[in-house]
T-cell receptor, first 113, second 113 residues
Framework: AQSVTQPDIHITVSEGASLELRCNYSYGATPYLFWYVQSPGQGLQLLLKYFSGDTLVQGIKGFEAEFKRSQSSFNLRKPSVHWSDAAEYFCAVGPPGFQKLVFGTGTRLLVSP | DAGVIQSPRHEVTEMGQEVTLRCKPISGHNSLFWYRQTMMRGLELLIYFNNNVPIDDSGMPEDRFSAKMPNASFSTLKIQPSEPRDSAVYFC???????????FGPGTRLTVL
């Protein structure tokens, strides 16, 4: 069965500092991988996705993520965090060809002045 | 496109009452998902439909919960009778074809007193 682990429940980053949110997955083959962001009181918005090809994928709002097969990881990064990035971030995995996704428990990002 | 539409956005009801949540997926999308989000349990998949047919309802917590999709543009999630522990935010999401990329609605915040 697929599973997703986001080991950090909360992360606090100073505005302007770099960010890395961790995501590890368990799946027998290479799955489709996603990062979603949820602002307070809002639904989930897709930041970026990995299906195949280049292991470094670019997303919206200046985010990127790198797929590392050897580590079963898909970590999300941003070089300089803005106060508006404060939100909850979810990593998700899905088997290719099937619509169902398995979500991680989320990481809440706090941005300090 | 208007995106996934959910109504109502907020619902407050008393224990024992019937609650109906509504969702209109993005036009052309053929899969629809109902999720529940709570602080304790995170984001849980309740049920999903493909071409209006329920595919996986293993996440539906109990018989008090039911979901229908009478046509490609409308789905309902019903709770009867409602209980305080059903209080949560309920999200609807849709996707098309073989894609795992899910588009989320803004959610319905349900409070059962």
């Amino acid at each position: 069965a697929q599973s997703v682990t986001q080991p950090d429940i909360h992360i606090t980053v100073s505005e302007g500092a770099s960010l890395e949110l961790r995501c590890n997955y368990s799946y027998g083959a290479t799955p489709y991988l996603f990062w979603y962001v949820q602002s307070p009181g809002q639904g989930l918005q897709l930041l970026l996705k990995y299906f195949s090809g280049d292991t470094l994928v670019q997303g919206i709002k200046g985010f990127e993520a790198e797929f590392k097969r050897s580590q079963s990881s898909f970590n999300l990064r941003k070089p300089s965090v803005h106060w508006s990035d404060a939100a909850e971030y979810f990593c998700a995995v899905g088997p290719p060809g099937f619509q169902k996704l398995v979500f991680g428990t989320g990481t809440r990002l706090l941005v300090s002045p | 496109d208007a995106g996934v539409i959910q109504s109502p956005r907020h619902e407050v009801t008393e224990m024992g009452q019937e609650v109906t949540l509504r969702c209109k997926p993005i036009s052309g999308h053929n899969s629809l998902f109902w999720y529940r989000q709570t602080m304790m349990r995170g984001l849980e998949l309740l049920i999903y439909f493909n071409n209006n047919v329920p595919i996986d309802d293993s996440g539906m917590p109990e018989d008090r919960f039911s979901a229908k999709m009478p046509n490609a543009s409308f789905s309902t999630l019903k709770i009867q009778p409602s209980e305080p522990r059903d209080s949560a935010v309920y999200f609807c999401a849709s996707t098309q074809g073989q894609s795992n990329e899910q588009f989320f609605g803004p959610g319905t915040r349900l409070t059962v007193l």
